[in-house]
């Protein structure tokens, strides 16, 4: 059974960078496409990102280009970076597999608050 | 942007009801419909996907229907663990996928 964990900091002041990681137990990182989705009282669940394990990548235009998503697969993680945050990035940071376009299994989610 | 709408929001219902949530699409989506169950402070889970097929593990009461712009998640018997927020997403058209604004069940 794989297992998806995120992590990094609670807070993050405006204007300054988000960046997240999310670390992959019980499996391999390879062969999948792995993802980012928020959650927010304001927004709901929202499509950040995902990328391929050959590094080919995807992005909500909605982020424009604050959002950026990597693999590190000697460590078998990836991680999620978005700039310029505001305080309407608030919200529950998700990592997630996805199979066919849907997310199979889910870390258990970080409250990211931006705030000074 | 594909939009999904869910109705109701919320819905009160008891043990042992039939309930019937209902997702629309803002163009056709095909088959490409998911459906997850999230309770508080847990991630979603995934229930359906390609609108009809039921995630390994997950009851044979939940069950879904549809295909195009409209679909229906149907509880045959709802048990006390049921009592959950219910999301749906398409997965025809990306970027990005959507969620739909959730459905919230709770005990009457």
């Known amino acids: 059974q794989v297992q998806l964990q995120e992590s990094g900091p609670g807070l993050v002041k405006p204007s300054e960078t988000l960046s997240l990681t999310c670390t992959v137990s019980?499996?391999?990182?390879?062969?999948?496409?792995w993802s980012w989705i928020r959650q927010s009282p304001e927004k709901g669940l929202e499509w950040l990102a995902y990328?391929?394990?050959?590094?080919?990548?995807t992005y909500n235009p909605s982020l424009k280009s604050r959002v950026t998503t990597s693999l590190h697969t000697s460590k078998n993680q990836f991680s999620l970076t978005l700039t310029s945050v505001t305080p309407a990035d608030t919200a529950v940071y998700y990592c997630?597999?996805?199979?066919?376009?849907?997310?199979?299994?889910w870390g258990q989610g970080t409250l990211v608050t931006v705030s000074s | 942007d594909i939009q999904m709408t869910q109705s109701p929001s919320s819905l009160s219902a008891s043990v042992g009801d039939r309930v019937t949530i209902t997702c629309r699409a803002s163009?056709?989506?095909?088959?490409?419909l998911i459906w997850y169950q999230q309770k508080p402070g847990k991630a979603p889970n995934l229930l359906i996907y390609?609108?009809?097929s039921l995630q390994s593990g997950v009851p044979s009461r939940f069950s879904g229907s549809g295909s195009g712009t409209d679909f229906t998640l149907t509880i045959s018997s709802l048990q006390p663990e049921d009592f959950a927020t219910y999301y749906c997403?398409?997965?025809?058209?990306?970027?990005?996928?959507?969620f739909g604004q959730g459905t919230r069940l709770e005990i009457k």
């Open positions: 019980g499996g391999s990182i390879s062969g999948y496409y």
């Open positions: 997630a597999r996805v199979v066919d376009g849907y997310c199979v299994g």
């Open positions: 390609g609108a009809t």
């Open positions: 163009q056709s989506i095909s088959r490409y």
């Open positions: 990328i391929y394990d050959s590094g080919s990548t």
């Open positions: 997403q398409q997965s025809y058209s990306a970027p990005p996928y959507t």
